[in-house]
Nanobody, 121 residues
């Protein structure tokens, strides 16, 4: 069974920084795209940033220039460096990965349980 486990969330003041990590474990043959989503209270889950297996990146307009997504394929881990944080960045941040957990089947979509980021004014 594949698991995605996020870490690095917490409470930070506006203008501060946090680095989120998400490690995938279990039987994994290949990881395609990895991404970070977030869901603020009362709002729908939204894409924050995504990265392909060859490290092409895509960012939401709201975090462009402040957040950086990266990955370490040797560790099956994706990171989100968040700088210049704003109160509106407060949300539960979820890790997502599209990966092959068998040698013959289609790729599958996995989610972590989320990590809370709270930015105080």
């Amino acid at each position: 069974q594949v698991q995605l486990v996020e870490s690095g969330g917490g409470l930070v003041q506006a203008g501060g920084s946090l680095r989120l990590s998400c490690a995938a474990s279990g039987i994994i043959f290949k990881i395609n795209d990895m991404a970070w989503y977030r869901q603020a209270p009362g709002k729908q889950r939204e894409l924050v940033a995504a990265i392909t297996d060859n490290s092409r990146t895509n960012y939401a307009d709201s975090i462009q220039g402040r957040f950086t997504i990266s990955r370490d394929n040797t560790k099956n881990t994706v990171y989100l460096q968040m700088n210049s944080l704003k109160p509106e960045d407060t949300a539960v941040y979820y890790c997502n990965a599209d990966l092959y957990d068998t040698a013959w089947g289609p790729s599958m979509d996995y989610w972590g349980k989320g990590t809370l980021v709270t930015v105080s004014a």
